[in-house]
């Protein structure tokens, strides 16, 4: 009897940790694109310094076409919590018009080392 508890508790500590390790693994990768004056203003720093800030991973930089450009990856709850800076706060000099985002896709492991700004498109 007491065998059988042992080893029934033993089981059921396996399966917590099997199925807590799978969430912890679960990351997120996000392509995003942010419209309006964010060129000159420092975005780019502060988006970096907000990713770093999350432990993301990826990159931003300017484009040709005036906006700010870039990939993330991460813990979803991560994301969504830059998503919505993207979309609502950015720089303090930086005006916001609308941020798009997609290629939202799971992924097993990160691409990048670390959250880097790219010289310009």
Wanted: aromatic share 10%.
């Amino acid at each position: 009897m007491i065998r059988l508890l042992l080893l029934t508790s033993i089981t059921g500590c396996l399966k917590v940790d099997c199925s807590t390790a799978a969430v912890s693994m679960a990351l997120k990768s996000v392509d995003f694109e942010v419209f309006g004056r964010v060129q000159g203003v420092f975005f780019r720093k502060y988006t970096k310094g907000q990713a770093d800030k999350l432990s993301l991973k990826g990159w931003c930089r300017n484009t040709s076409r005036g906006t700010v450009e870039g990939q993330m990856e991460g813990p979803p709850d991560k994301v969504e919590s830059m998503m919505h800076w993207l979309k609502t706060t950015g720089s303090p000099s930086s005006q916001i018009d609308k941020a798009e985002f997609k290629n939202n896709k799971d992924i097993t492991e990160y691409t990048f080392q670390s959250f880097d700004i790219r010289r310009d498109d």
